[in-house]
């Protein structure tokens, strides 16, 4: 496997993202693409990247291979990717290489853990409510919403959206509308469920990725987040929900 | 701290005990504080005893800080150890034996700078208090000591203090091979822990070294305020912990302990999960900082960040994590704390860290589901407290997982 990414600190953040939910991963590589996917040790949170191969600059691999990785590791070495960088990720001998380089390259050899493929679970939820919007405004909401209750409350009537968080201190509601501009389109019936915040706000990272996210929910149903990426390409991540 | 109402104590004066304790809290520190007094030589300025050892660095004025040597004045030996004897005293001795015992230590004050450790070490003040044997001391004090009695409610559980103008220490302090290595070593103060820890060195000799500069880099070491070392000290051994409890298999079962000493009441539960725990304080009316009933708690998610740091928290959990590397397990934890009007002074954090340890060691039932160990605890409870209504138990209780919804 060998890929190339121009902008590297969008694949940093990815796999930063990635790290907030997990010890370790698999990439599994195919000719269309590589997928990180698995569920967090709570097991509330399921997540499945997928980067097409038309995502990378550079782009080679065998028909599958499997490449087990510890995220913390990546990541130190991810942190220190700047601006300008690009990344080129190959494997070698037991070694994930990954070389940064903006003029001039820094190559780090990590360790490939043992690994068998992760199983992709199906789900086929049918989900009552879905709107899309700018991953800048929720990712900006969540973080407004995130220090005043450990429990967000999701909603939506008459295709409207609803944020809440009920906190020791008081509560707050965040109204998202294709109307008001938050939502860039939204349809469904209405429905009501709640989410652990941490959970959501775990996923912030993609921000800088991603451009729009999908947003599917129903009553006692996950939530799906699905960060939609250049190429076809897309972060999902299902987060059970807490049933009073 | 739990501030009885000074009227009551004015109409009182010890002798209705209108408070509800058994004794005057306020007396017993009186009567211990005379009794210390009455055995130092004020004439010849001078102080003699055995630390047991017990030394406290204060956080105030910092980096020119007071260091309290303490010794109980003419106590010498083993007798001493008694004094400051956290794993004995557990099960034994009463709040007020322990309020008594604390009393009854006389405080040298020396002035400090965080940087003067090796000074302290040359005088061998550091390596006494280190010690598995209480050191004797002879000091020249300065000034008066003082039996004071105030009335604003509060107690303390500190004895007189006194300006040492020089503090002498005439045993030799007996160290662990691990110590004698780990001060002359150059290794990180995280390391160093870690090694101590392993190599079964008690958690409040660890606390004083870290306190007292004699572990971490040569160059970087400092005196550090004993109540940011005890804290500093549970998260290192604590971090080692769980690195190696979170790879482990869960708990297979629900399983209640439980453990009281002190007027604190504890209930862990231990159920099928990654590891995280949930800490739950019930402060009842009239019990230590409460004049209600106040319900508390707080949240660690499987990679060890809490909402907020809290130093009993902190003691809890590295018992807890003690008995989970022990058995080779991880799991979801609940610790439940109910302190009572019956803890009427701060102890400090080590009764937390030993009856949580005792606790573990006193299973007390087993159950298939959370819910029905939860409502098994909610009925030993002493306060009226509904613990689904608790946020951050609801919040466990309430989290459905995601492979629920697999097909």
């Known amino acids: 496997m060998k890929l190339k990414a121009i902008d590297a600190s969008a694949l940093a953040n990815i796999f930063a993202t990635v790290g907030e939910f997990m010890n370790e991963a698999s990439i599994v590589s195919t000719k269309d693409g590589i997928r990180i996917s698995g569920i967090d040790p709570s097991r509330v949170v399921f997540l499945d990247i997928f980067l097409p191969s038309a995502y990378f600059e550079e782009y080679e691999s065998e028909e599958k291979e499997i490449y087990g990785f510890s995220l913390k590791e990546v990541n130190q070495v991810l942190k220190r990717v700047k601006k300008n960088d690009s990344i080129t990720i190959y494997t070698e001998q037991e070694k994930i290489n990954v070389d940064i380089s903006d003029g001039f390259e820094r190559i780090f050899k990590l360790p490939i853990l043992g690994s068998s493929e992760p199983q992709n679970p199906s789900m086929n939820l049918e989900f009552p409510f879905k709107a899309k919007l700018l991953t800048a405004v929720f990712s900006e909401v969540i973080s407004d919403l995130f220090n005043l209750g450990d429990t967000l409350i999701i909603s939506s009537k008459e295709q409207k959206l609803y944020l809440e968080v009920r906190g020791d201190l008081g509560n707050s509601t965040v109204e998202l509308s294709t109307d008001n501009g938050g939502l860039i389109e939204s349809e469904g019936s209405d429905a009501t469920s709640i989410y652990g915040m941490e959970y959501v706000y775990n996923t912030a990272p993609m921000r800088k990725p991603s451009d729009t996210v999908e947003l599917a929910f129903g009553s006692q149903l996950p939530l799906k987040l699905r960060y939609e990426l250049p190429q076809g390409g897309y972060g999902d991540f299902y987060i059970a929900p807490r049933v009073e | ?407």
């Open chain 2, 1 to 407: 701290m739990r501030k009885i109402p000074a009227e009551l104590c004015v109409r009182c004066k010890g002798k209705k005990l209108l408070c509800g304790l058994n004794s005057c809290p306020i007396l017993e520190r009186f009567r211990a504080v005379v009794n210390t007094t009455l055995r130092i030589d004020l004439e010849s300025k001078r102080l003699d005893g055995a630390t047991p050892p017990s030394v406290v660095v204060g956080e105030k004025g910092y980096p020119n800080i007071s260091l309290s040597f303490n010794l109980p004045p003419g106590v010498f030996g083993y007798e001493a150890k008694e004094y400051e004897n956290p794993r004995e005293w557990w099960g034994r001795k009463s709040i007020n034996e322990i309020v008594s015992y604390r009393a009854s230590l006389v405080s040298n004050v020396i002035k400090a700078k965080v940087k003067d450790v090796w000074e302290l070490y040359d005088k061998e003040i550091a390596l006494a208090a280190i010690s598995h044997t209480p050191v004797g001391s002879e000091s020249l004090i300065e000034g008066r000591v003082e039996a004071k009695l105030r009335f604003d409610g509060y107690v303390m559980p500190r004895g007189p203090s006194v300006l040492a103008k020089n503090v002498k220490v005439v045993d030799n302090p007996k160290l662990s091979k691990a110590f004698e290595r780990l001060i002359f070593d150059d290794v990180n103060a995280q390391e160093a822990v870690k090694e101590l820890y392993s190599s079964g060195e008690e958690v409040y000799k660890i606390i004083n070294a870290m306190s007292l500069g004699l572990l971490g880099r040569k160059k970087n070491r400092r005196l550090v305020p004993t109540r940011w070392a005890i804290t500093a000290v549970d998260s290192a051994i604590g971090k080692q912990l769980l690195e190696e409890v979170r790879g482990y298999e869960s708990v297979d079962k629900v399983e209640v302990y439980y453990q009281k000493y002190l007027g604190n009441y504890f209930h862990v539960i231990l159920y099928p999960s990654a590891y995280n725990v949930t800490w739950v304080e019930i402060w009842h009316p009239l019990s230590l900082w409460s004049s209600e009933l106040v319900v508390s708690d707080l949240r660690e998610n499987f990679w060890g960040e809490y909402d907020f740091m809290d130093g009993g928290y902190m003691a809890a959990r590295t018992s807890v994590l003690e008995y989970l590397s022990k058995v080779r397990r991880s799991a979801g934890v609940i610790i439940i704390r109910e302190i009572t009007p019956e803890y009427f002074a701060p102890l400090g954090n080590w009764h937390i860290r030993e009856t949580v340890r005792k606790a573990m060691e006193n299973k007390v039932s087993t159950f298939d589901t959370l819910e029905e160990a939860i409502k098994f605890v909610q009925a030993r409870l002493r306060g009226k407290v509904n613990l689904t209504e608790v946020k951050s138990i609801r919040s466990v209780l309430t989290q459905k997982t995601i492979d629920s919804f697999f097909k």
